[in-house]
């Protein structure tokens, strides 16, 4: 359905510190940088931060959030962790979520300018 989500940053080096590091363990790197954004995929960049200094405020009743898929639990348990290491707050521990499907493992996470963030995956393993 989406071709791309982009979202703003204030400081787009912290930016991508903190996505370089969350988004590795779920395999989306940094495809195109440049002075104002960033690009992050798998074979193509499908999300955007851009710099801006009016990023959409934070507002943690919105239901606004962004969910990446990860390949396995153990790269949902990696986001986490990497996440809050690199600057990140916790909004969810990994594990079952039973209210949303008998398999689906994720966890959850706010970035450095406030946007609600989770990794997910469907499978057993």
Same mark, same amino acid.
């Given at each position: 359905?989406?071709?791309?989500? +982009?979202?703003?940053?204030? !400081?787009?080096?912290?930016?991508?510190?903190?996505? @370089?590091?969350?988004?590795? $363990?779920?395999?989306?790197?940094?495809? =195109?940088?440049?002075? @104002?954004?960033?690009? /992050?995929?798998?074979?193509? $960049?499908?999300?955007?931060?851009?710099?801006? =200094?009016? $990023?959409?405020?934070? !507002? @943690?009743? +919105?239901?606004?959030?962004?969910?990446?898929?990860?390949?396995?639990?153990?790269?949902? @348990?990696?986001?986490?962790?990497?996440?809050?290491?690199?600057?990140?707050?916790?909004?969810?521990?990994?594990?079952?979520?039973?209210? /949303?499907? +008998?398999?689906?493992?994720?966890?959850?996470?706010?970035? $450095?300018?406030?946007?609600?963030?989770?990794?997910?995956?469907?499978?057993? +393993?």
């Amino acid at each position: 359905m989406f071709a791309h989500v +982009s979202i703003g940053a204030r !400081d787009i080096a912290r930016a991508r510190r903190f996505y @370089d590091a969350a988004l590795k $363990p779920l395999g989306y790197t940094c495809l =195109s940088s440049g002075e @104002d954004s960033l690009g /992050y995929g798998a074979k193509a $960049p499908k999300f955007w931060v851009s710099a801006t =200094s009016h $990023p959409v405020p934070a !507002d @943690d009743r +919105s239901g606004l959030h962004i969910c990446f898929t990860a390949p396995d639990r153990a790269a949902v @348990d990696d986001f986490h962790k990497a996440a809050l290491k690199a600057g990140g707050r916790d909004n969810g521990k990994p594990g079952l979520r039973p209210d /949303y499907g +008998s398999t689906y493992y994720a966890a959850f996470a706010v970035d $450095p300018d406030g946007y609600r963030i989770e990794a997910w995956c469907g499978s057993q +393993s």
